[in-house]
C-alpha cells in the first residue's frame, strides 16, 4: 500500500499563496500519477491537479488554470501544489490522491487523510 502524508495546509487571505505537500511511501509511484481534490460539505469532491510521476506533465482544473501549479521532487516521492492567487472560493478540505499507473482517475487509489485550506476575503 501507500501512504500519503499532506501538510501545508492553512489560512491566508484573498490573493495570498500556500503550498499543499503530500508525501507517498510505502510502495513506488514511479509509473503512476499523483492528484490533489478538493471537497466542502455537501459537495462533491473535485478535481484540482494532476502530475504524471515519470514524465511530469500536469492536468489542472479550469478553475485553477494559471494559479496554481503541480510538482513533484522524484528523491523525496513528495508533490507540490504551490498555490497562488487564492480566492475564498478555494476553501475546501484538499485531499491527495495516488495511483500506481498513470490514471489518475482510477478507483485504484491511494487517498491522503485531507488538509484544510481557508482563504479569507
Known amino acids: 500500500q501507500v501512504q500519503l502524508v499532506e501538510s501545508g495546509g492553512g489560512s491566508v487571505q484573498a490573493g495570498g499563496s500556500l503550498s499543499l505537500s503530500c508525501a507517498a511511501s510505502?510502495?513506488?509511484?514511479?509509473?503512476?500519477?499523483m492528484g490533489w481534490f478538493r471537497q466542502v460539505p455537501g459537495k462533491e469532491r473535485e478535481f484540482v491537479a494532476a502530475?504524471?510521476?515519470?514524465?511530469?506533465?500536469?492536468t489542472y482544473a479550469d478553475s485553477v488554470k494559471g494559479r496554481f501549479t503541480f510538482s513533484r521532487d522524484i528523491a523525496k516521492n513528495t508533490g507540490n501544489l504551490r498555490m497562488n492567487s487564492l480566492k475564498p472560493e478555494d476553501t475546501a478540505v484538499y485531499y491527495c490522491?495516488?495511483?500506481?499507473?498513470?490514471?489518475?482517475?482510477?478507483?485504484?487509489?491511494?487517498w491522503g487523510q485531507g488538509i484544510q485550506v481557508t482563504v479569507s476575503s
Open positions: 490522491k495516488v495511483s500506481l499507473t498513470a490514471d489518475i482517475t482510477t478507483m485504484f487509489a491511494f
Open positions: 510505502g510502495r513506488s509511484i514511479s509509473s503512476g500519477a
Open positions: 502530475i504524471n510521476w515519470s514524465s511530469g506533465s500536469t
